[in-house]
């Protein structure tokens, strides 16, 4: 059997399952070399830890099935994940992969004595996945032999045999890595004698052995760059004190700090829910975690015994079902200890504290222990620093860490670290490029630890603090420059400065911006909205002409009534004499007997039809003139007392006439109609930040400006916060709103503010948001948009332009509307060389 490479249904199982991005790339890469794959291939999918390597899985899964598969093995390295995988193949059950089509028959060593099993292995269009242990395979019990040996008393033969023999058996081997630890051998023999068409391995961390075999990748640097993880931040103490006791005194006062961030995140933000910041606990030995666990629970720390998981050798099925529960918002789970029991397929999202054992700590920053803690609660970066981040305590003195910055930042970014600048101080809002790391093993330059105590890894290329942020905006409203942006990698920082961070993040969070009313602007505004359609001029049935609905009625006066089959049957003698009966068909035709309608009947049937038509009224007008066309139809038709219409016939007449009628309906041409309605502005009034806003002041130049983020100090803007997409045209206008004159109040226009303008881009009718609304001191209110030089002449530029212009000339018409409104466009040309609001209208395109 071969598995043909099908584009067409990798989009269509990519869609079911909404896969992100580079899990799309993932699936599509192994669909290809699984079509020119030779059996028993094997092959890697390399993806950061927390991307979704589940959902690829199940997006091979559908795929395979659709393919015309039947048979699929999926290994995992150990009980935890093989639950967790038969959890998410398991519908209804809170961790199934919605939007999977194949719904298999879930196989295990513990299930294959079932008869739903047996009956499903025999048969040949049932969808099978068995989901087997690596030791089972490798290493297997007496009982997990016998499983797989015996016979099924249903099937006549064994699971294993049944495999063996299965000619489109594909294995999936998640966590690939953990089979070439030194069992690579072992694992490519049980492997190979099962005799598979494809062995497909996943994981984050492939082994050096295997790297020939992988088809595609997706490192932890590229993973936190498009926005899919939170950043690491390598947290230690200035004063070197790293004894246990202080280490988990610190990261609880982390947890504080995140707990406060999330709560006030999700107050104000509709549809989160809040869940229970917990941090991730690392022991190498059951003493060790103990040990941890006893300090948790004292009366100096959480003081609870119910806030404190511990997860070992020793008790694993009695807190997995907890572990299950760690995201559910009445867990009361604070902390887990484990004894690196939990390195793979633990998928909780709201790990935010990370810390180990000194022995342990030179593998904190491997992905597969940073991995717990790098996926996001809410699917997506909020914004905030506090609830994007994750805190890896380090027992290394601050200074330590800064020596040994380069190979903290190879553990976590690979190949990408000699791409990385690092700056130390970082100031919020302030873009800086960074001095570049270059070849040595510490930052290059000399200094003390540095005031903030925060040091930050930047890689080139631009942030992304929602994943899908390129989708928001048209190409032309994207900047160009993003050849010196850059976007947070990793951080060093001293447990002092993300306290300070994390009360910082939560100020902000619990900030209610209310409007202000600069230059004595009324606040509520009320904002013009122009919605357009399509109208008609009403239509009547006494516009119809009658002479036209008598013509139609004589297609109709030829009454074809069907007629009787008739069937002769005779008898004739063969060439040896014997008789033998003999049917065939009657030429003469005889016309059937039929029921005529009444007359009466006839014509009201008719005159209902014609009031039931859309766009008439039943009014006595429309009535009397539905009559008229009724009896003017009938006598084109030739119907009346005497010769009445077969109910067939007169059915097919009647539909005819009312489908005639709704085609003049429609016939008539339409006329565009705008309709302007003000809609009140802010409604609610209040609103958040997430991350806490800079001063204006401290961008003096475009390299020192950060795009998105929030900045305060505006004076005459309705909010005192607003960000912006760019800096030669947007921040640069609202510095030029704010000189003294010439304009009373702003607003920046984003999604909150209901002013949208129609245009047409080809045949296609789009909205867009425009920068701003200016209102100036002879009150007359300014739709304001800037644009770079190279935009000006777009053909999207100029279509939304011309749709700025008739918006405008449309609500000054309307008496809807007091006030008077303008449109001006402004190139970067013009924001750059204008001094004062005057200027930007003197010199922009003005439309009023």
């Given at each position: 059997m071969?598995i043909?490479?099908d ?13 992100r ?8 890469a192994?669909a ?8 028993g291939?094997?092959?890697i999918?390399?993806l950061?830890?927390?991307v ?10 559908d ?9 699929v093995?999926?290994?995992t ?7 967790k995988?038969?959890?998410n193949?398991t519908?209804?059950?809170p961790?199934y992969?919605?939007?999977l089509q194949?719904?298999p ?15 499903a292995?025999?048969d040949?269009d049932?969808f099978?996945?068995?989901v087997f242990?690596?030791q089972?395979?490798l290493?297997?019990?007496?009982d997990?032999?016998?499983?797989a ?30 089979y ?18 494809a ?15 992988r ?8 993973a936190?760059?498009?926005?899919y ?6 947290v ?8 246990i ?5 610190d990261?609880?006062?982390?947890l ?17 829910k809040?869940?229970e910041?917990?941090?991730?606990l690392?022991?190498?030995t059951?003493?060790?975690a103990?040990?941890y666990?006893?300090?948790l ?7 609870d015994?119910?806030q404190?998981?511990l997860?070992?050798s020793?008790q694993?099925?009695?807190t997995?079902?907890?572990?299950d529960?760690?995201e ?8 887990v200890?484990?004894?690196?029991m939990?390195?793979e397929?633990?998928d ?9 054992v000194r022995?342990m700590?030179s593998?904190?920053?491997t992905?597969?222990i ?5 996926r ?7 914004g905030?620093?506090m ?5 890896v ?5 601050f200074a ?8 903290l930042?190879?553990?976590?970014l690979?190949?990408r670290?000699g791409d990385?600048t690092?700056?130390?101080?970082p100031s ?11 070849e040595q093993d ?11 105590g925060?040091v ?5 290329g631009a ?13 032309d ?19 002092d ?8 993040s939560?100020?902000v ?10 230059g ?11 919605v357009?359609?399509?109208?008609r ?5 006494s516009?119809?002409?009658?002479a036209?609905?008598e ?12 007629t ?11 060439a ?12 003469e035709?005889?016309?059937?007997t ?13 005159v ?5 038509t ?14 008229k ?6 006598k084109?038709a030739?119907v009346?007392?005497d010769?009445p ?9 009647t539909?005819?006439?009312?489908e ?8 008539s ?18 609103r ?10 401290v961008?003096t130049g ?6 998105g983020?929030?900045y305060?100090?505006w ?10 997409d760019?800096?030669?045209t947007?921040?640069?206008l609202?510095?030029l709103?704010?000189?003294p ?6 607003v ?5 503010v ?10 296609v009718?789009?909205q ?13 209110h300014?739709?304001v ?7 000006m002449t777009s053909?999207?530029v100029?279509a ?8 405008v000339a449309?609500?000054?018409?309307s008496?809807e ?8 466009l402004?190139s970067e ?9 005057e ?6 395109q003005?439309?009023?």
């Amino acid at each position: 059997m071969s598995i043909a490479y099908d584009p067409g249904l990798v989009e269509q199982v990519s869609y079911n399952l909404d896969l992100r991005e580079p899990n799309q790339a993932a699936l599509d890469a192994l669909a290809r070399a699984l079509d020119t794959a030779e059996p028993g291939t094997e092959m890697i999918a390399d993806l950061a830890t927390g991307v979704g390597k589940t959902y690829i899985a199940g997006g091979l899964l559908d795929y395979l099935y659709e393919s015309g598969v039947r048979n699929v093995v999926i290994v995992t390295p150990g009980s935890t994940i093989q639950r967790k995988t038969i959890d998410n193949l398991t519908p209804g059950h809170p961790k199934y992969l919605r939007g999977l089509q194949c719904r298999p028959m879930i196989v295990t060593l513990d299930t294959v004595e079932r008869g739903e099993v047996g009956a499903a292995l025999e048969d040949p269009d049932a969808f099978k996945v068995f989901v087997f242990t690596v030791q089972s395979l490798l290493r297997p019990t007496k009982d997990d032999r016998r499983r797989a040996d015996k016979p099924h008393e249903t099937l006549g033969t064994a699971v294993r045999s049944y495999l063996e023999a299965a000619d489109d058996l594909i294995v999936i081997a998640d966590e690939h890595h953990v089979y070439y630890s030194g069992s690579a051998k072992k694992f490519e023999a049980a492997i190979t004698g099962l005799r598979p068409l494809a062995t497909v391995g996943l994981t984050a961390t492939p082994h050096e052995k295997s790297l020939p075999l992988r088809v595609y990748r997706y490192p932890l640097s590229e993973a936190i760059a498009d926005g899919y993880l939170k950043v690491p931040v390598l947290v230690s103490r200035q004063d070197g004190i790293h004894d246990i006791r202080t280490q988990l005194a610190d990261g609880l006062t982390l947890l504080d700090a995140k707990r406060d961030a999330m709560r006030a995140y999700c107050r104000q933000a509709r549809g989160r829910k809040y869940v229970e910041p917990v941090m991730f606990l690392i022991a190498t030995t059951i003493q060790e975690a103990t040990e941890y666990r006893d300090l948790l629970v004292g009366s100096d720390m959480l003081g609870d015994p119910d806030q404190v998981l511990l997860v070992t050798s020793d008790q694993p099925d009695a807190t997995l079902a907890q572990l299950d529960r760690l995201e559910d918002p009445e867990s009361k789970i604070r902390a887990v200890v484990s004894v690196s029991m939990l390195k793979e397929g633990w998928d909780v999202k709201n790990i935010y504290v990370i810390a180990s054992v000194r022995s342990m700590e030179s593998n904190l920053l491997t992905e597969q222990i940073l991995g717990r803690g790098l996926r996001l609660p809410f699917g997506q970066r909020t914004g905030n620093p506090m609830l994007d981040t994750v805190e890896v305590l380090s027992h290394r003195s601050f200074a330590t860490l800064l020596k040994q910055a380069k190979a903290l930042i190879e553990e976590t970014l690979g190949d990408r670290t000699g791409d990385a600048t690092v700056v130390a101080n970082p100031s919020p809002g302030r873009h800086d490029p960074g001095v570049p790391l270059g070849e040595q093993d510490s930052l290059p330059w000399d200094f003390t630890p540095p005031e903030s105590g925060a040091v930050e890894i930047l890689l080139p290329g631009a942030a992304a603090s929602d994943p899908e942020q390129f989708g928001l905006f048209d190409e032309d409203d994207l900047e160009v420059d993003t050849a010196e942006r850059s976007h947070l990698g990793l951080s060093v920082s001293t447990i002092d400065a993300r306290v300070a961070a994390g009360q910082a993040s939560s100020s902000v969070l619990t900030r209610k911006l209310e409007p202000r009313s600069p230059g004595g602007v009324r606040i509520p505004l009320f904002l013009p909205s122009v919605v357009t359609r399509w109208e008609r001029d009403p239509f009547s049935l006494s516009q119809i002409n009658l002479a036209s609905v008598e013509a139609l009625g004589r297609t109709f006066a030829e009454d074809n009534a069907p007629t009787l089959t008739r069937k002769a049957i005779d008898a004739e003698r063969g060439a040896d004499g014997t008789a033998h009966v003999v049917i065939r068909d009657e030429v003469e035709q005889i016309v059937a007997t039929q029921t005529a309608l009444p007359f009466d009947t006839i014509e009201s049937d008719l005159v209902a039809r014609l009031i039931r038509t859309n766009a008439v009224e039943a009014t006595t007008t429309e009535i009397n003139a539905a009559v008229k066309i009724a009896q003017v139809f009938l006598k084109g038709a030739e119907v009346d007392e005497d010769t009445p219409w077969r109910p067939e016939h007169g059915r097919l007449a009647t539909a005819r006439l009312t489908e005639w009628i709704a085609a003049k309906q429609t016939s008539s041409p339409a006329r565009e109609v705008r309709e302007v309605k003000p809609v009140k502005w802010p409604e609610p009034s209040g609103r958040y930040e997430t991350r806490p806003p800079a001063d204006r002041q401290v961008v003096t130049g475009s390299k020192d400006f950060e795009k998105g983020y929030p900045y305060s100090g505006w004076v005459k803007s309705v909010y005192e916060i607003n960000s912006f997409d760019a800096f030669s045209t947007e921040f640069t206008l609202a510095s030029l709103f704010e000189k003294p004159g010439g304009v009373r109040a702003w607003v920046r226009i984003d999604e909150t503010v209901p002013l949208r303008i129609t245009y047409l881009a080809g045949a296609v009718q789009r909205q867009y948001e425009p920068d701003f609304i200016v209102i100036d001191d002879e009150d007359v209110h300014w739709i304001v948009e800037g644009k770079r030089d190279s935009e000006m002449t777009s053909p999207t530029v100029i279509a939304k332009r011309d749709a700025a212009a008739a918006w405008v000339a449309t609500v000054n018409a309307s008496h809807e509307v007091p006030e008077a409104w303008a449109y001006v466009l402004a190139s970067e040309s013009v924001c750059a060389a204008a001094t004062s609001w005057e200027a930007v209208k003197a010199a922009g395109q003005t439309y009023r």
